[in-house]
């Protein structure tokens, strides 16, 4: 088995009880993540953007994300995060209580990695956000994007990897 990586959640939430689930879960698990909390998409920009009161913040590795949310909805949040090259590769799991397909399409159109539909028993609840831990910070490969450099032609490339290698001889 792979050996687990510390991952930064940030969870964008509107419903009290539907937040402290999710804490409740990842602390229960192992407690080796950390997750931070806002309550709707406005803050989820402006945690991003790192605005007042959000200055101190670490970018996050993975964000959980309601759709249906007061001021900037979730699908507002994947349009802006997904249009900035700074947030892009962050990736974004919609974790939300809408199963209708309208939302899903429009969440994958608009690149989220993945559309997960809340299970109203708390015992199935308490097993996704486990397999969403272990699967986001344990096997997903993400793309180092603090570790990375810039290239010339805007790319981010990482710095341990070999952009010239060696010519084939002919034989």
């Given at each position: ?22 804490e ?13 909390r806002v309550?709707n ?27 249906n ?17 700074d ?76 952009q ?8």
């Open positions: 088995m792979k050996s687990k990586t510390k991952a930064h959640f940030l969870l964008v939430e509107d419903d009290d009880d539907h937040a402290e689930l999710v409740f879960s990842m602390k229960k698990i192992d407690g080796s993540n950390s997750l931070e309550c998409g406005k803050e989820a920009i402006a945690y991003l953007m790192r605005e007042a009161p959000f200055t101190e913040v670490k970018r996050p590795d993975v964000i959980l994300l309601d759709l949310m007061p001021m900037v909805n979730g699908h507002e949040v994947i349009k802006f995060a997904k249009s900035n090259p947030f892009r590769t962050i990736p974004i799991v919609v974790l939300t209580t809408s199963n209708a397909e309208q939302d899903r399409i429009r969440a994958y159109q608009a690149h989220a990695n993945s559309y997960v539909v809340k299970p109203l028993d708390f015992t199935l609840f308490q097993k996704l956000v486990s397999d969403l831990e272990e699967y986001w910070s344990q096997w997903n490969q993400s793309s180092s994007h603090d570790n990375s450099e810039h290239s010339q032609s805007g790319e981010i490339v990482h710095p341990s990897l070999d010239n290698p060696p010519s084939r001889q002919a034989s």
